[in-house]
């Protein structure tokens, strides 16, 4: 998965209920993201982590949290606050500078239905 | 923040022809300026970048032009084919990540 593993690849939730989306990097990259993708709508960010044990909210973060506790994972929970939960959510990191800026890795997605 | 529009959202072309997407961008603070590729059901891959300090680069059929005065940037695919067929994004970046456009929709036509 070219060196970022996002799981499950499907993932279906019940209305009121907490669920978690992994997200795991093996490229000693210090920044990671999340993304969530909607039709027409591109990429929205929700969180996004420059270093261990310090996030950031994005533009989309209500109902959503994270941790950060190890420099390879950065999880997302989705929480019951979250009105329309269902979407394409992509995790993504990079290596970061101070001066410069990098592409993104982008996981395979996790693809979240409510039912 | 960081606004990026990205135009148009749905393009047809016939195989062979050239393809262009363009983008704008706010803020002129913005240096960096990746361009990806999603097919469908995939996750998006980087196909090429540019940097402030470039106004041109080239990588085989795909190419961005940069131009700061007027914070707009565009990519272009010459010769396309049936597998350049995609949603492509570009995007800007702001103080700690990048924003992305809404995504064009390429459909070359063999």
């Known amino acids: 998965d070219g060196g970022i593993t996002q799981s499950p690849k499907y993932l279906f939730r019940k209305e009121g209920q907490n669920v978690t989306l992994s997200c795991e990097q093996n490229l000693n990259h210090d920044a990671m993201y999340w993304y969530r993708q909607d039709p027409g709508q591109g990429l929205r960010l929700i969180y996004y982590?420059?270093?261990?044990?310090?996030?950031q909210k994005g533009d989309i973060a209500e109902g959503y949290s994270v941790s950060r506790e190890k420099k390879e994972s950065f999880p997302l929970t989705v929480t019951s606050a979250q009105k329309n939960p269902t979407a394409f959510y992509l995790c993504?990191?990079?290596?970061?500078?101070?001066?410069?800026?990098?592409?993104?890795?982008f996981g395979s997605g996790t693809r979240l239905t409510v039912v | 923040g960081e606004n990026v529009e990205q135009h148009p959202s749905t393009l047809s072309v016939q195989e062979g022809d050239s393809a262009v997407i363009k983008c704008t961008y706010s803020?002129?603070?913005?240096?960096?300026f990746p361009w990806y590729k999603q097919e469908l059901g995939k996750r998006p891959q980087l196909i090429i970048d540019i940097r402030s300090n470039v106004g041109e680069k080239k990588d085989q059929r795909i190419a961005v032009t940069l131009n700061k005065t007027a914070k707009h940037f565009s990519l272009h695919i010459t010769e396309t084919q049936p597998e350049d067929s995609a949603v492509y994004f570009c995007a800007a970046t702001g103080a700690n990540n990048l924003f992305f456009g809404t995504g064009t929709r390429l459909t070359v036509i063999p």
């Open positions: 803020d002129s603070a913005s240096n960096y």
């Open positions: 982590s420059q270093i261990v044990n310090d996030f």
């Open positions: 993504a990191s990079s290596p970061r500078d101070r001066e410069l800026h990098y592409g993104y890795t």
